[in-house]
């Protein structure tokens, strides 16, 4: 383990070295790679963190990620570093800049770093040329147009560090962020004036482009009743979402949307991209067979343009790649606590829904008090079990609203499986190959769907409640695909990506009969 004074020695030198070269180092050809090896990389050892992974854990295990760098746009994506805890949780971001950039005053750099963290839902991240380092608040929402000092919390210069050297290692020292000194500097010095969560932001933008569609469909399909009106609305908006999210995790061609609204029908246009992600995906969001109702809607242009315009940079904020399943879901909740109610003249209007109205509200569940929930249900009964015997788990949510405590679940039935597979991230004497693994160490596709289709239950009256379930465990079922698996599983396997949920997630007060049936096959096998 680093010492606090091995530490300061460590960085002593790479200051007294910095500044010994330090004309050299600010010319424009001493570049960023050459910057983070010589002296953030080393920075950061100094400070206990295993950068480049000494100890030899998978992929997605490691303390320090180095996110690979990826041209979408024109602009470069990911975070240079990802710092995290044991299972993943991500700490914060930093993002590395050579010295010739003038991190105090430039706005570019200062905006993606808050982009990336206030997406993540991360507290700081920091942006550092090892010159300067700045820690910023990203709970607040990133605007194109904001100064360097917006949201700034800290900025030191380089011959800032040893006399700033206590609150560097009880900040930043893993250490101390395991003992919790981060979070105690979280709370402290974050400032927390005029935040806006990135999931209330994105609940803002379901309930503008609700309203903007069911505008535009009641009065353009008159013959569509209330609750074909919310079907449409809900199922547009989800197809939308998946996919953009897939534009951002590599899977789907990024822009692949706005090819649509170049020319012609746009919605129809847009119809033509959901009948091609119904041959890739299947699961049920695109099962047009069973859906005759979207194809024959007629929505303005005009709709569909500022929809699809406000899901990409930079109209949009959102860093799709970095927002979770779980901060989707959040939004979700409450978005379907509102419904669409068509007047007599045919207009829409959306407003709460009477059980909502009656309640003061829709009341979330925390995070936090979801992975309790899991952690204290789902853990002790999968304790010491293996894959096969918790093959034979059934875990259902009766009233399971937008999904929170199954994808808590079903996350924490990837993780233990992934664990168990892997030695905790560690190498095993005699290798892993014939486990559900990748080369990185995660689950394959395979056992994701497996886990998914076999453990996951749900049932919700609210028959949009159930579609929100399903589009949220999909996206946790594909989180870590890329689009070079995807084509494998297609062309090798002859198989589509996603599993169908029909029979895992249902709706309507008939399946109360279904659950006590499964209540009872439980109940039987377990022996209670």
């Known amino acids: 383990m680093i010492t606090k004074e091995a530490a300061y020695k460590k960085i002593s030198e790479l200051v007294e070295r910095f500044d010994e070269q330090f004309a050299s180092y600010k010319k424009g050809d001493y570049n960023e790679t050459l910057t983070r090896r010589d002296f953030i990389d080393p920075f950061f050892k100094a400070l206990g963190w295993d950068v480049d992974n000494e100890e030899g854990y998978a992929q997605s295990y490691r303390e320090v990620i180095h996110e690979d760098k990826v041209k979408v746009g024109g602009a470069t994506k990911a975070p240079d570093y990802s710092f995290r805890l044991s299972g993943g949780k991500r ?3 930093v993002e590395a ?11 570019l750099p ?26 910023y608040d990203c709970t607040r929402k990133p605007f194109p147009t904001d100064k360097a000092s917006v949201a700034r919390i800290k900025y030191l210069n380089y011959k800032d560090y040893l006399k700033e050297f206590d609150f560097i290692w009880d900040t930043f020292a893993k250490e101390r962020v395991l003992k919790g000194s981060f979070d105690k500097f979280i709370e402290g010095n974050s400032n927390k004036k005029g935040t806006t969560t990135v999931d209330n932001d994105f609940l803002v933008s379901l309930d503008t482009w ?40 590599g899977i789907e061609i990024y822009g692949n949307l706005q090819v649509a609204i170049k020319h012609g029908d746009y919605y129809q246009n847009l119809f033509s991209i959901f009948k091609e992600a119904d041959d890739k995906y299947n699961s049920g969001l695109f099962n047009l067979k069973k859906d005759q109702l979207s194809q024959k809607l007629k929505i303005d242009n005009k709709v569909i343009k500022t929809i699809i315009n406000e899901l990409y940079y930079p109209l949009s904020q959102y860093e799709f790649s ?8 959040s939004a979700y909740e409450q978005f379907l606590g509102k419904v669409i109610r068509i007047t007599p003249a045919h207009h829409a209007v959306i407003e ?11 009341y979330y569940t925390p995070q936090y008090i979801v992975e309790y929930i899991v952690k204290n249900t789902v853990g002790k009964l999968i304790h010491g079990k293996t894959p096969k015997e918790i093959s034979q788990l059934k875990i259902i949510d009766p009233a399971c609203g937008s999904g929170s405590f199954l994808i808590g679940a079903y996350q924490y039935l990837l993780d233990f499986h992934k664990d168990y597979y892997s030695n905790n991230g560690k190498p095993s004497k005699g290798g892993n190959k014939n486990q559900p693994l990748t080369p990185e160490g995660n689950l394959t596709t395979a056992e994701k769907k497996r886990i998914l289709l ?49 029979n895992n997630i249902k709706d309507g007060t008939v399946w109360w009969i279904w659950i006590l049936i499964m209540a009872y096959w439980i109940l039987v096998n377990l022996n209670m």
Not at 110 to 129: C, E, F, H
Not at 216 to 243: C, H, M, P, W, Y
Request: glycine content about 4%.
């Open 97 to 107: 800049k050579k010295p010739s950039v003038y991190i105090k005053d430039e706005i």
């Open 322 to 329: 970095f927002l979770s399943v779980e901060i989707l879901g």
């Open 352 to 362: 709460d829904k009477p059980e909502v109205r009656k309640a003061g509200g829709v």
């Open 91 to 93: 700490l914060f971001f």
């Open 110 to 135: 200062a905006y993606q770093v808050r982009r990336y963290g206030w997406n993540a839902k991360l507290a700081i991240s920091v942006i550092t040329d090892f010159e300067e380092f700045a820690i």
């Open 454 to 502: 076999n453990n996951i239950y749900g049932v919700d009256i609210d028959v949009n409640a159930v579609e929100v379930t399903k589009l949220s465990l999909l996206l946790k079922c594909m989180e870590g695909e890329t689009s070079a698996s995807i084509s494998h599983q297609l062309s090798i396997f002859n198989e589509r990506v996603l599993p169908k949920l029909e």
């Open 210 to 249: 609700r309203t903007y569609l069911a505008t535009s469909i009641s009065l353009r399909n008159k013959e569509l009743g209330e609750d074909e009106i919310n079907f449409a609305v809900q199922q547009t908006i989800d197809r939308i979402i998946f996919l953009r999210i897939a534009e951002d995790r």
